[in-house]
Structures are given as structure tokens and as C-alpha cells.
Nanobody
Framework: QVQLVESGGGSVQAGGSLRLSCVAS????????MGWYRQAPGKQRELVAG???????NYADSVKGRFTISTDNAKNTVYLQMSSLKAEDTDVYYC??????????WGQGTQVTVSS
């Protein structure tokens, strides 16, 4: 089992920045992909940014150039640095870990609210 705990969400004005953190604990072996997703009420969860265990990153078009995903393996932590935030970035953000066996673990989510 893998437990994920997100932090760093909050309220910010448009143009501001936030950094989300996701700390993993438990049986954190065989992780192949780490991602940040977001979901608004009534909508599907969508990928925001992801990073493989080899450091390859991918981003949603809507956040390219504004968000950066990174990891600190010593701390079992994945970060999402969000800059130039827009009102449309308002969502609940979830982190995830995918394992080599194909299982996906999710955090509880953290709210990000951007006011214009």
C-alpha cells in the first residue's frame, strides 16, 4: 500500500504562485509514474503534469510554461510549482503514483482557488 498526502493548496490572486507537495509513504517500490491531476465538480479528472521514474515530464497544454513538476526522491516527494495562475486553474488537485504492476494510488486532494 502507498499513502499519499498533498499539501500547499490555498487561495491566491490571479498571477500568483503556489507550490503543491505530495509525500508518499508505505510500500513505495516499483513506482513508474507520478502525476498531478485536477478535477472540478461535475467534470472528469484531468492530467495536469506527470513525471516518469526516469525523469521524463509531460504537461497539459493549458499549463505548459506555467507549471513545473519535480521530485525529491530522498523525501519521497513530488512537487508542482504553479506560476502565473489563472482563475481557470481553480480546482481540487490530486497527486497519484502508478506502479509497475499497473496499480494507481491517489491522495485526498488539495483545493486551489485563484481569484481574478
Amino acid at each position: 500500500q502507498v499513502q499519499l498526502v498533498e499539501s500547499g493548496g490555498g487561495s491566491v490572486q490571479a498571477g500568483g504562485s503556489l507550490r503543491l507537495s505530495c509525500v508518499a509513504s508505505g510500500s513505495i517500490f516499483g513506482i513508474t509514474y507520478m502525476g498531478w491531476y485536477r478535477q472540478a465538480p461535475g467534470k472528469q479528472r484531468e492530467l495536469v503534469a506527470g513525471i516518469t521514474n526516469t525523469g521524463i515530464t509531460n504537461y497539459a497544454d493549458s499549463v505548459k510554461g506555467r507549471f513545473t513538476i519535480s521530485t525529491d526522491n530522498a523525501k519521497n516527494t513530488v512537487y508542482l510549482q504553479m506560476s502565473s495562475l489563472k482563475a481557470e486553474d481553480t480546482d481540487v488537485y490530486y497527486c497519484s503514483r502508478q506502479t509497475v504492476s499497473g496499480r494507481t494510488y491517489w491522495g485526498q486532494g488539495t483545493q486551489v482557488t485563484v481569484s481574478s
